[in-house]
DNA sequence: GCCGTTTTCGGCCCGACTGTTTTCAGTCG
């Protein structure tokens, strides 16, 4: 599907690359803004203009707001036309490597008339960048390797990947160093942003321990190159399973830890709107803490939650530090309250031996039994089509119903709800007849074929099927291998909220699909969400940490997830689907 | 280019580290 909002939002990335290149900081960092807000829209922003919100969105001025006028009506917008021209091609791409920042670019393009990369790379190494002054051979070999660096850090990793190293880095540095007092791992793994560049790792300690703590952490094993190293910070790269990532590790005092976990969680975006508001109020918050701009007097910093209570707001959840209306929120103490994944009552998409998962039922209710406090779980094979995972044909499901019924008799209720993930078809129909769907407790509806088309279509005719209680991860996509196939989610979401389906959470690290985006626009919609594992092994259960992490990210509230309820609770959220069908109910 | 219960003009977050300097500019997050 053509994607309006992700041009616009490419070309303001670029003017502002041109921009920084022309020096005029303020300019590039308003279409920096400008492209940002443009990316998590979650309606096409013709919508906007239509509508005309399109001047009521914060970051968007007169100047950007006919610039978007100007690329809907005619497909270009002349000011980036003439600014092209201005910055040779290959500067637009490299104004965004380490080592490379405008007046470096601008220095070499203009002492030593250098305009592609091929050449930049020949005069670093021919030693003509070398002789300019305020240049040397530390410089020429940094900018070298943030060549090469930029390969690494155009890949970023899935927050599971994320998470796990955040782990073992923290038992590492905790294990290894007594001195530390407190550590987290703050940035965009703290906020649990689908991707994540780099870890923010902040700890405290005395001052007199600060030269062991950065000795320790930039010699541990995983460490291929030390980038800098101070007595309060220190970057490293390290390489986990062959992937490399940076690794930043700040020091601070214990007064100052509240403020320093607010600076490097960010987003970016926040913390320049929190200071706004700081400033506005006579205050300065850095990362050491809050302040009285006249004074300098602390007057907060050793919490989050004095931080922002200093600027007059309640404590936000990282997951809502974006600037997308959290502060805003804040201020009305009017936050939402966040689904935990304590209140997680149940998984809804769970494979078994029958299809493609690895375990057996009976193993997976003993392992989910002992190791979470699930009040049900429901089995949800593939149906037929499904070859190559053995999808179950209505015989086979029959069997696996008795299957279920037995061992429910075993544990004694019935813990194990009966269930299939049946294929959506090419033409919207099911895989399976509405008879066989009646007789299950819960119905997950997926598209698994057909990847290069928009499936719109095919998906609301399914959630038109009174049977069909979710759509199973909706887009298809995976994280850094393939992007999902088109779907129009506002129309999804309408037929969401008119047939009564529910729409699926997908914990799958790669998948988390559908994204935060379309849970804040279901969620605005009142439509309701499951968050399940799509577990295939006993593993995978662990992943609706990640699942309840998007939905927080989504702004959803325990009501709004259906599996917190009870199984009563989903019964009457089936029974009302069907009831609106005429169809017979449980 | 955006924004405003101290502003419609004059600000725009701010501190750490590095490299090239010899007191600081550039870059980064």
Redesign the pocket.
């Given at each position: 599907m053509y994607n309006i909002n992700r041009d616009l939002a490419n070309i303001f990335k670029k003017?502002a690359a041109i921009?920084e290149f022309l020096d005029?900081?303020?300019?590039a960092?308003?279409?920096q803004?400008?492209a940002h807000i443009i990316e998590d829209l979650p309606e096409d922003i013709r919508n906007y203009i239509v509508s005309g919100k399109l001047y009521m969105?914060?970051?968007?001025?007169?100047?950007?707001?006919?610039?978007i006028e100007e690329y809907v009506k005619t497909g270009k917008i002349q000011?980036f036309e003439e600014l092209k021209k201005q910055v040779p091609e290959d500067f637009i791409e490299l104004?965004?490597?380490?080592?490379?920042?405008?007046?470096?670019?601008?220095?070499i393009h203009d002492e030593l008339g250098i305009s592609t990369k091929e050449e930049l790379v020949k005069a670093l190494k021919d030693g003509r960048v070398?002789k300019l002054?305020?240049?040397?051979?530390?410089?020429?070999?940094?900018m070298l390797k943030?060549l090469q660096m930029y390969e690494i850090?155009k890949r970023r990793i899935i927050l599971w990947e994320a998470l796990q190293i955040s782990e073992y880095l923290k038992e590492k540095l905790k294990s290894g160093l007594k001195e530390i007092k407190k550590i987290e791992v703050a940035?965009s793994v703290r906020r649990r942003k689908e991707t994540i560049?780099?870890i923010?790792i902040l700890v405290t300690a005395e001052d007199k321990y600060r030269s062991k703590i950065?000795d320790f952490f930039t010699s541990i094993e995983e460490v291929s190159e030390?980038?800098?190293?101070?007595?309060?910070?220190?970057?490293v790269i390290m390489k986990f399973e062959g992937k490399e990532r940076?690794v930043?590790l700040?020091?601070f005092n214990d007064d100052e830890w509240g403020a320093a976990l607010q600076?490097?969680t960010?987003s970016?975006q926040h913390?320049?709107h929190l200071?706004?508001i700081?400033?506005?109020?006579?205050l300065?918050?850095?990362?050491?803490g809050v302040?009285d701009?006249k004074t300098d007097k602390k007057i907060a910093g050793e919490t989050e939650e004095s931080v922002y209570q200093s600027v007059g707001l309640k404590w936000i959840p990282p997951e809502l530090r974006e600037d997308r209306g959290e502060i805003e929120a804040s201020m009305r103490d009017a936050l939402p309250d966040l689904v935990e994944l304590k209140d997680i009552k149940g998984d809804l998409h769970v494979h078994s031996t029958w299809s493609d998962g690895v375990v057996s039922i009976k193993e997976i209710i003993d392992f989910v039994k002992k190791k979470y406090r699930y009040d049900y779980i429901a089995i949800t094979d593939h149906s037929k089509s499904q070859r190559v995972a053995h999808g179950l044909d209505e015989g086979r499901l029959l069997e696996e119903i008795n299957e279920i019924k037995l061992l429910n008799k075993m544990i004694g209720f019935d813990f194990v709800k009966t269930g299939i993930e049946v294929d959506i078809l090419l033409d919207g129909s099911l895989d399976l007849p509405d008879d066989v769907l009646s007789k299950l407790d819960w119905v997950v509806a997926s598209v698994h074929s057909h990847f290069n088309r928009d499936n719109t279509d095919r998906i609301i005719k399914a959630m038109e099927n009174p049977y069909v209680n979710v759509i199973g991860h909706m887009t298809g996509r995976l994280i850094g291998l393939r992007e999902g196939y088109p779907v129009d989610m506002n129309a999804v979401i309408k037929a969401a909220k008119e047939t009564g389906t529910a729409l699926e959470i997908n914990a799958q690290p790669r998948r988390m699909d559908i994204d935060e985006i379309w849970i804040r626009k279901a969620v605005e919609e009142g439509v309701k969400l499951v968050i399940s594992t799509d577990a295939h092994n006993l593993g995978n259960f662990a992943f609706m940490e990640i699942g309840v992490y998007i939905a927080r990210r989504g702004w959803a509230e325990k009501k709004d997830i259906l599996n917190t309820g009870s199984w009563k609770d989903i019964q009457r959220f089936i029974t009302e689907k069907r009831k609106r069908f005429g169809v017979k109910y449980v």
């Open positions: 003017m921009y005029d900081r303020f300019r960092m308003a279409y803004r400008a969105i914060r970051g968007i001025g007169p100047s950007i707001a006919s610039k000011k104004i965004d490597l380490p080592g490379f920042g405008p007046k470096t670019l601008k220095k070398e002054e305020g240049f040397g051979p530390k410089k020429v070999e940094n943030g850090s940035g560049g780099d923010d950065m030390v980038l800098v190293k101070g007595p309060k910070k220190s970057s940076q930043d700040r020091i600076y490097f960010g970016k913390n320049v200071r706004e700081a400033k506005e109020k006579g300065k918050i850095n990362e050491y302040f701009a």
